[in-house]
């Protein structure tokens, strides 16, 4: 019904900048938040970001003054500006939305497929 595409990872060297972006499309009523979620080796899937569908945003500690989420929602997508990029920010990052795909239906979590971000010398 919903899909989310990824794209902008890749190797980076400490102190860089990457730029993620994530499309969604499909059956689309109504959008509301978004955000960015990543996943270490060895460790459980943690928030990076979220933005509402009026543009508030909250951010994990470790990420704050750093990286930085908006949206597009007239194309339904989502981004993320990470800058001054450390060994610690390597992982799959995933996309989610919580969408609702028709009038009076309860919205429902998607998720992309996830992007590598790999930061290292």
């Known amino acids: 019904q919903v899909q989310l595409v990824e794209s902008g990872g890749g190797l980076v060297q400490p102190g860089g900048s990457l730029r993620l972006s994530c499309a969604a499309s499909g059956t689309i009523f109504s959008m509301y938040d978004m955000g960015w979620y990543r996943q270490a080796p060895g460790k459980e899937r943690e928030l990076v970001a979220r933005i509402t569908s009026s543009g508030s945003t909250n951010y994990a500690d470790s990420v704050k003054g750093r990286f930085t989420i908006s949206r597009d929602n007239a194309k339904n997508t989502v981004y993320l500006q990470m800058n001054s990029l450390k060994p610690e920010d390597t992982a799959v990052y995933y996309c989610?939305?919580?969408?609702?795909?028709?009038?009076?239906?309860?919205?429902?979590?998607?998720w992309g497929q996830g992007t590598q971000v790999t930061v290292s010398s």
């Open positions: 989610n939305a919580r969408v609702a795909t028709a009038w009076g239906l309860y919205p429902n979590d998607y």
